[in-house]
């Protein structure tokens, strides 16, 4: 299973940005799929996670700012940043928590590459 993201650049403070995840390989399912990111000195953080059924979670820094997405058909996760800060400069990283065909019974944990959002004041 190979996560790839995409999106990342240089934006302004107030601005918007939008980063795209697709997870392809042998995958039965997908229960979650989320970003997380990792600013420089800082430990990775989990941004936003959506279930298969919608349900999201965010964490407060970004309430009412970032949006998340995704689509089960196409196995897609989108973060739609809108507003975004100085604070929001960091490798964002997709995830995905993935059953594959070859072992349905237990799920694993997959990441992305990371990709970096610079933004500058």
């Known amino acids: 299973v190979q996560l790839q993201a995409s999106g990342g650049g240089l934006v302004q403070a107030g601005g918007s940005q939008r980063l795209s995840c697709a997870a392809s390989?042998?995958?039965?399912?997908?229960?979650?799929m989320g970003w997380y990111r990792q600013a420089p000195g800082k430990q990775r953080e989990l941004v936003a996670r959506?279930?298969?059924?919608?349900?999201?979670v965010y964490v407060d820094s970004v309430k009412g700012r970032f949006t998340i997405s995704r689509d089960n058909a196409k196995n897609t996760v989108n973060l739609q940043m809108n507003s975004v800060k100085p604070e929001d400069t960091a490798v964002y990283y997709c995830?995905?928590?993935?059953?594959?065909?070859?072992?349905?019974?237990?799920?694993?944990?997959?990441w992305g590459q990371g990709t970096l959002v610079t933004v500058s004041s």
């Open positions: 390989g042998s995958i039965f399912s997908i229960s979650v």
């Open positions: 959506i279930m298969g059924g919608g349900s999201t």
């Open positions: 995830n995905a928590v993935v059953r594959t065909f070859s072992a349905v019974d237990y799920e694993r944990e997959f």
